[in-house]
């Protein structure tokens, strides 16, 4: 049973876990958090938005067609103020910082920098403690594209822990969890109220924090 972190009459948020799909990524793929709550409800829930399967966290699902366009538009227009938590390897120097670089899809379904045909790309961040050989950051994305946190931070030399396509894949493959969290999403309900939900850090994500950085 995925937890439910929020529901009214227009919309639902769950915890996704990590290594289970948004939506299905193959034909035959059957479980996934779409095809989860498809079968909990009677009518129709239309997916808003996706997190990575390795990643976990706040995910949104609307109830209804008005309540699908209304967190589309929002999400179009980067209304939606998302907070990430993660990882990273090495020592960052700055408190904070923004990250502006274009990004563009390879046919690999990898991503990467592209800074003639990359699509606008910008992520804020900002040093939540630092270690001898990782430092945990808070995450704003404000725009959406696929896979932009892990890129970004890969690009300056700091890739999230654990992400088995950014990084050194003999580093990687040691840690039991890709270290991204969505932790925090703050929208506009159908009746113009805001509304933030929060999904707390999953005792995985904490396990591997504490057994790397202690």
Not at 15 to 36: C, D, T
Request: charged share 25%; aromatic share 8%; with cysteine.
């Amino acid at each position: 049973m995925i937890p439910v972190l929020f529901e009214n009459e227009d919309i639902i948020a769950v915890n996704k876990p990590e290594g289970l799909a948004s939506i299905p990524e193959r034909a035959e793929e059957k479980k996934n958090v779409l095809a989860l709550l498809s079968a909990r409800y009677a009518g129709k829930v239309y997916i808003v938005h996706r997190l990575d399967k390795e990643a976990s966290g706040v995910l949104l699902f609307a109830k209804n067609a008005a309540a699908h366009r209304h967190l589309n538009d929002q999400f179009s227009s980067r209304a939606v103020e998302k907070t990430y938590i993660a990882l990273v390897h090495g020592r960052m120097d700055k408190d904070q910082g923004v990250i502006e670089k274009p990004l563009r899809q390879f046919g690999s379904g990898r991503m990467s920098v592209d800074t003639e045909r990359g699509k606008y790309s910008v992520t804020d961040f900002h040093v939540r403690e630092r270690f001898d050989l990782y430092t945990l950051i808070d995450a704003h994305p404000a725009t959406g594209r696929r896979h932009q946190l892990r890129v970004h931070f890969y690009s300056i030399g700091h890739p999230i822990v654990g992400d088995p396509l950014y990084g050194d894949r003999s580093v990687q493959s040691s840690f039991a969890r890709m270290m991204l969290h969505a932790r925090k999403i703050t929208c506009r309900l159908l009746s113009g109220n805001d509304v933030t939900i929060k999904a707390p850090t999953p005792k995985t994500f904490a396990t591997v924090l504490k057994t790397h950085t202690r």
